[in-house]
């Protein structure tokens, strides 16, 4: 009993501190994070208006997506974008929309 109410203090006193602040950078504001906001989903959907080819956009993908996608798609520290069983977790579908 005596470990119990010590263990329930540490918790509560641990629960009540404020994060460690380390004076490092700025929060940022809205119109930032809609700037950096890049998902796009596999129907196309958070793609901005408009339209291209694949040999337009691949510039594009090798500059912003492929250091985490990977060259080809294959998936490396993102999800895996193309082929018929990813290694782990589709990238899509109802079985990753039960994981989100």
Not at 15 to 20: G, I, L, M
Request: negative net charge; charged residues 15%; hydrophobic residues 40%.
């Amino acid at each position: 009993m005596k470990y119990g109410i010590q263990i329930l203090a540490i918790l509560l006193f641990g629960a009540q501190s404020p994060p460690p602040r380390f004076g490092l950078g700025q929060p940022a504001p809205p119109d930032l994070i809609a700037a950096w906001d890049t998902a796009v989903m596999p129907d196309g959907k958070g793609l901005p208006p408009g339209k291209g080819t694949s040999a337009e956009g691949a510039p594009i993908y090798a500059a912003q997506c492929a250091s985490c996608h990977g060259a080809n798609g294959e998936g490396a520290t993102a999800d895996v974008l193309v082929g018929a069983e990813p290694k782990q977790f589709a990238p899509f579908g109802p079985q990753y929309e039960k994981l989100v």
